[in-house]
């Protein structure tokens, strides 16, 4: 078959490389100059096991998450060879609860249990492969001592251990684009924007614009993989749009550590508008703090074209802020100052994500992730990943579909 595929991000490009594997013939488009040159890589890289979700009690969200976390790795690993700089992760993460946290130390707490349970159920009868993780080992409560020796225990008032870690996003980036790239089944087009797609009788039409000029192609099934433009395209080929939508940009700060710096704990701050510090090898550190990195929001069915890379003096205020409000209680942190971090990128992308209100509602449906996946509709499908974590899973998961047709 031939498909076409909108969106040569990280969801788009996995689907690339599943339906290829299938035998099919892939045409990729993107609008930008790379592939996966926007959200995909301005990320932290981490492959949720569903941990980060305690203001979803009914674990609708830990279950998917838990699914997509589990497929991750055996999917980047039929396409990557496992010495790629893609497989190297951070440190594993806690999960902090912030004294003003919208669920309470022990709401957490039984959260984190149940979450765990249901990655056991999930990997219960498998060879499970979650980056050399132990998966069996449960959330482990740190003591008054510990916490004490990494934060302000009059913020952080509760921690555990967990065995999730992030990935590198731009090693991965970059080696899945050059599988994309290299592959024989797979053509790709950028500088090419789709505005729409009709059914035909047994085809489907893609139409838009490459280098300023109008094109329309035909294939035997078209997928909207896009992220941001994903909502205009479905609702210009007459895909309703069954929810309000919130377009997020969200920066985090992506840095060396001087020499002989103290390096901080990869921890997640729970439940409510926080943010986190991912540590990965060689001294590099992640770090969003949500009333910092968050930027611009609009509730548009397509959003502005936001920067990915912020510039000065965006990239200054953001570096000062995120790492002086963090540094009040991540003792690791109160070193640091901005001009010691020259080279400090500051990057970020849209969040798309069902809801009305922020997450500084507790009952935001921005807090869970449950409501994502594939649509379909005649030859047209189109993917909501929701995070990074659920790209492959999805991939798979449509690829098996259009191919048993």
């Known amino acids: 078959m031939q498909i076409g595929v909108l969106g040569g991000g990280f969801q788009g490009c996995c689907l690339a490389l599943a339906l290829a594997e299938r035998g099919n013939h892939v045409s990729l488009f993107d609008k930008n100059t790379h592939l996966i040159s926007r959200a995909g890589f301005a990320n932290e890289g981490k492959i949720h096991l569903g941990y980060m979700y305690a203001n979803d009690p009914s674990l609708q969200t830990a279950a998917i998450m838990a699914r997509g976390a589990l497929a991750f790795e055996p999917f980047i690993k039929r396409f990557l060879s496992s010495d790629s700089k893609a497989f190297e992760t951070s440190s594993p993460a806690a999960y902090v609860v912030h004294r003003e946290s919208q669920r309470a130390p022990e709401e957490v707490a039984a959260y984190l249990g149940n979450a765990h349970d249901l990655i056991v159920q999930h990997a219960d009868g498998k060879t499970p492969q979650y980056f050399g993780q132990n998966l069996k080992e449960p959330p482990r409560r740190w003591s008054h001592s510990q ?49 729409t797609a009709e059914d035909g009788k047994s085809s489907i039409t ?34 309703p749009i069954s929810h309000r939508w919130i377009h997020r940009l969200k920066y985090g700060v992506s840095l060396s550590l001087p020499r002989n710096a103290a390096m901080p704990r990869s921890a997640t701050f729970v439940s409510g508008p926080f943010g986190e510090v991912v540590s990965y090898p060689r001294g590099q550190i992640y770090l969003t703090w949500y009333p910092v990195c968050l930027r611009e929001m609009t509730k548009a069915v397509k959003p502005p074209d936001w920067p990915n890379i912020a510039e000065e003096p965006l990239r200054n205020q953001i570096l000062s802020d995120t790492i002086s409000q963090m540094a009040e209680f991540i003792l690791a942190l109160r070193e640091l100052r901005p001009e010691m971090l020259p080279e400090a990128i500051v990057k970020g992308g ?27 509709h005649n030859r047209y499908h189109s993917i909501d990943p929701g995070k990074l974590t659920m790209a492959p899973y999805f991939a798979q998961q449509l690829a098996d579909q259009i191919s048993s047709i």
């Not at 225990?153 to 050059?178: F, H, R, W």
């Open 206 to 239: 893609i139409i838009g614009t490459r280098n300023g000029r109008r094109f329309t192609e035909q294939f035997d099934h078209a997928v909207n993989a896009l992220w941001d433009g994903r909502l205009a395209v479905d609702q210009a080929y007459g895909l």
């Open 147 to 195: 916490r004490e020796s990494e934060f302000d225990g009059s913020i952080a008032v509760d921690a555990y251990d967990t065995c999730e870690v992030a990935i590198n996003p731009l090693a991965m980036a970059k080696g899945i684009q050059n599988c994309v790239l290299s592959h024989p089944r797979i053509e790709v087009h950028l500088n090419s924007e789709i505005q």
């Open 350 to 376: 849209a969040i798309v994500a069902v809801g009305e209100t922020d997450i500084y509602d507790p009952k935001s449906e921005l807090h869970n992730r449950y409501e994502i996946g594939i649509t379909s």
